[in-house]
């Protein structure tokens, strides 16, 4: 935004300089300058020390704005209002900085050192481009503890990170999807490809669920290669719906491909947030996260002193990951199976990856009689299960 | 009837003698008044009190050391990169590709601080530098070398490479210098703690570098033959041509000084703020040089102070969004109100409305 106001300034001041002016002008947009060299001290080992309810302070950084009403930025500052209510902070006690891009360091410091200038002690940085600043600063500022969402790295002292097993949910949205298809071709818009690891178990995921009551029918998957692209998104989608798919499974940040299927008259599952506020005629169910869940656990932690610095990994039973409720036009028998399974997880009876897995291009992964590693669930799943084709 | 009568337009604009220095200052000063108050009225319309959105300004940029620091290096790649242009500006040279510059130098740096971090410290951060001045050179030669010998038009050509340069990134983040530790999401691996630039008083030595460009700028355009030669030539290339001046010599080695200023600010960038090279390396830095250096009339002095001001206005608008709450787009119509009446009285300095002249005259 600021980019294009700064260009657009500057063909302003050229149609200046044809004319002869050597006038000025133009708009603000310069890049945020910051240190680099690390030099700060090491974070002492040991434990942290707790800080008391009313000196707490925490900054948010957020990739986007949460006034979007949905989506990704969206469901993260709900989990922050969330927690903000359950502990009982002021709302002087919080700070938002929006609209911080991932991709450019120099900003996303500017901002936490901001945040840490203005009191805060601790850090939440929602999305993933944030990771590697995160680490730096937490260096530099041992007292302050940092908090950074959906990676994978911690120093094991003040700095940690939170992420969740999502696909619990897309297995039971999978059952539901299941059901309702009468093409037997299901959409999947993912953000990336098989080099990530967390879309790519969540397709799996879902195609499993799909699979157990489905056995005919196919998961097809476009991917956008991006994590926020409202028009790829949709146009994706509608691809999927012109090739014959009657439901639209998604693992990207806008409403988009909801959209599209209600257009098109299909169904979806949404994802991040409830989406049947923006689709409410085609989605059945959405995979949602419940951020609130780890805020209020974190900020709890570090008020009584149990904070341990390592990485928070939660799910299901920690509240932190939850499947909506399903529509009036879901199909009846889906919510008891979605019961049935969502108690066998809670149980511990079953945990999504289990036994053998067949995968798309032949080959077995897992053993029988054990279920995958969190290891290799996060960072190694790169096969698509047998019912699944990418486009 | 034969004769079309040519209605002459109720106020026309016409080119008005230069002001007195003191009369222009004076200028000045109301246009910056004028923009406090729209300002004020536009953060009065969504419920702000301008006066607490100015004071937080202020203290948000001075509040602490941190804070300091802070708008400190939101300076420095302005005060550089407004360096670099104000040379080929002083020659009539539109070089609207210093953001290109600034990426090219920042890819070269960040060559060696990817793959030569073993080097000794001293040694890599000169290489560093070098690379850096190297960078942005080329990326000005190419369209200084077109306009010297096919009369291109400079313009379009630098401003064209800015593209180039973005997606020369993209291309390197997302293929041969990806960062494998990261699936999912492309980026270029973060510096060793070697190839970066070492903190002084708290913030990277690229303020340093920058002082020493300024120094060396000032004393180049004013005290020195080669400066006075691009002043010639911006002057009128013709003039130069009698005087026995190779015009096309000292374009181009004009453009590779600017280029090389540019880069050096790039390599300053990745080595010493983000200590990676990301697609925001440059971030709109070289067309916010622009503004600057035209608001600075070419003068270094002028430069820094006008930077400061600019660096003022992100980081404390920045400061504004959070402490009050308004959104980014609001803080960023309060900076376009307040550069619209200050470039607006540039405009006063040189033009003046006059009314239709009366009938019969002339």
Redesign the interface.
Known sequence: ???V???M??VA??VC?AAG???????????????????GTAAASGKMKPIAKDKIKVGVIHIT?P?EGAGYTYTHDVGIQAMQKEIGLEDSQI?????V?D?????I???M??????GCNVIFATS??FM?VCE?LAKEFPEVYFSHGTGYKCNGVNFNNYFGRIYQARYLSGLAAGLQTKTNKLGYVA??DN?????TGGIDAFAMGVAKVNPDAKIYVKVTGSWFDPEGESQAAQALIDSGCDVIAQHCDTTGPQTAAEKAGKWGVGYNSDMSKDAPKAVICSVMWNWGAYYTAAVKSIIDGTWDGTNYYGGMKEGLVTLSDLSSFADPKAKELIEAAKKDMLDGKFNVFDGVIETNDGKKIGEEGKTLSDEEIT?KINWYYKNVEVK | MSSKTVREPLLHIVKRDEIPAKKAMVLRIVAFLLALIAGGLFMLSIGCNPIEVYQTIIVGCFRSNMAIQATVKIMIPLVIAALGVSLAFKMRFWNIGAEGQIIMGGVFASYFALFHSDWPHWVLVIVMFLAGALGGAIWAYIPTFCKVRFNTNETLFTLMLNYIAYYIICFLRDGPWCDPNSPGFAKIATFDDNATLDKVLGVHSGWIIAIILLVAVFIYMNYTKQGYELAVVGGSSATATYAGMNVKKIMIRTMLISGGICGIGGMIQATGADATLSVGVAGGVGFTAIIIAWMASLDPRIILIISALFAILEKGSRVVESNMGISADSSAVLQGIILFFIMGCEFFFRYKFQGRAKKGSE
């Open positions: 935004m600021r980019k106001v700064g260009i300034a500057t001041m050229l300089f002016c050597s006038s000025s002008g133009g708009s603000g947009s310069g890049a945020a300058g910051s240190g680099a060299a690390a030099s704005d006034a700070i938002r900085k929006n609209n891009p991709t450019d360091p120099a900003k410091e500017t901002a050192r901001d945040c840490i200038d203005e993933f481009g590697d730096k953000a990336m080099t990530n690891a967390e879309v960072g």
